[in-house]
């Protein structure tokens, strides 16, 4: 797929994967996403807002964005981003669900502060869970989302018909790639000069760009292309989420626990660890106790891949200088230099962009999925 040639912008988010049934047409797939029955709302507003929740395994996060739109003929512009997190996940509240409605909560009532009285009843606030729910039983998952429902339908904000739900990782990745580009300014007008971007979360890593070449399209599974259309624009894209490949999933597969149900006293041993090394480490609601092998041994920047490689080796060499601090760090570098060679097929000297945020807003799915939501909503063109 040459990849060699596609720019590319890694976003190390370290969010979890995501999960709904797909569509059968991969064309209408927003419409199942973001249901077409609202009514509109009046389009003049020179200035909107949009609330998006991101409820990963990790943490739930909210964003509150602010656009405003001057003409119909522009995009609309990002004024700003409120962003706030609160952890654990929901997930670690499966079995307490109203404590982690609680926590949404008490996100919103940033939202209430920052958004104007008068453009509450006009502004949309809506949650898409990602791995950490789809780890949980149905039951679970469900009964979680029921309690963030009524702490929604008790707000004073606009609740669409399918505010709160677990998305799909593919989605994630689709997302994410419409808010860098929009980000780095690549959506305006008809320019077709896109980057493509790497999404590495807890439990998938997603792959998203836009095909240069007639021959990629040729040789690309059908399932991993989707058309869509916005801001006037027609695009084309390759994209497909890895599940079990995330850094956190890649964890427990290097320590022996994945799928694994965790029982007091058990011990989970990576020589990939420090060796005098015992702690705890909690994800997606789950304890676990890990350590060394004893008998055996945010700002970002432009690098290649061989960078990652060469940090590996030095880390995983010195692992006494990192027993505390990170002890994860021999692992995850590891696994990021074999998931990019490896799995992805970059070459050594393939350059890559890590970044947290572009122009001070996160490189976040939720930007793009804010888009979608307020186009279906007719609140923005």
């Known amino acids: 797929m040459a990849f060699s040639r596609l720019p590319i912008l890694l976003a190390l988010a370290f969010s979890s994967l995501s999960f709904v049934l797909s569509h059968s047409n991969r064309d209408m797939w927003f419409q199942v996403f973001f249901p077409p029955n609202m009514c509109p709302i009046n389009a003049k507003a020179n200035t909107f807002y949009g609330i998006m929740f991101d409820a990963g395994s990790t943490g739930t996060r909210i964003h509150i964005y602010t656009f405003v739109q001057k003409s119909p003929e522009n995009l609309p512009e990002l004024e700003g981003e409120i962003f706030e997190s609160v952890k654990p996940g929901l997930s670690a509240y499966a079995d307490q669900p109203q404590k982690g409605a609680e926590t949404v909560k008490r996100l919103l009532d940033t939202a209430i502060d920052a958004v104007p009285p008068h453009l509450w009843k006009t502004t949309p606030v809506v949650l898409k869970a990602t791995a950490g729910l789809r780890l949980l039983s149905e039951e679970k998952a469900q009964a979680l989302l029921l309690e963030v429902r009524e702490v929604f339908e008790e707000s004073p904000f ?46 998938s890593t997603q ?3 836009l095909p240069r070449f007639e021959e990629t399209l040729k040789e690309t599974p059908g399932d991993f292309l989707t058309s869509f259309e916005m801001f006037n624009s027609t695009y084309k894209l390759y994209t497909h989420s890895y599940l079990g490949f995330g850094l956190k999933a890649a964890r427990l597969a290097t320590l022996g626990a994945l799928n694994m149900e965790a029982v007091d006293g058990q011990m989970f041993r990576s020589s990939c660890l420090p060796k005098q090394l015992e702690a705890e480490w909690h994800f997606g609601g789950v304890k676990y106790q890990y350590g060394g092998n004893k008998e055996d041994y945010e700002q970002g920047g432009v690098l290649e891949v061989k960078d990652f490689e060469r940090k590996a080796k030095e880390v995983c060499d010195n692992m006494e200088r990192y027993n505390s601090a990170s002890p ?26 890590l970044t947290k945020k572009v122009n001070n807003i996160e490189t976040s799915w939720t930007l793009g999925a804010t888009f979608h939501l307020l186009q279906s909503l007719g609140i923005t063109y």
């Open 158 to 203: 606009l609740v669409p018909e399918d505010s709160v739900s677990i998305m799909d990782g593919s989605y994630e990745g689709i997302l994410a790639w419409i808010t860098v580009n929009f980000l780095t300014g690549q959506l305006s007008g008809q320019n077709q000069h896109t980057v493509g971007t790497l999404d590495l979360g807890g439990a």
């Open 207 to 209: 792959i998203t760009f």
């Open 328 to 353: 994860f760090l021999c692992m995850d570098l590891t696994y990021i230099t074999a998931l990019l060679k490896e799995g992805f097929g970059f070459r050594d000297n393939t350059l890559l962009q």
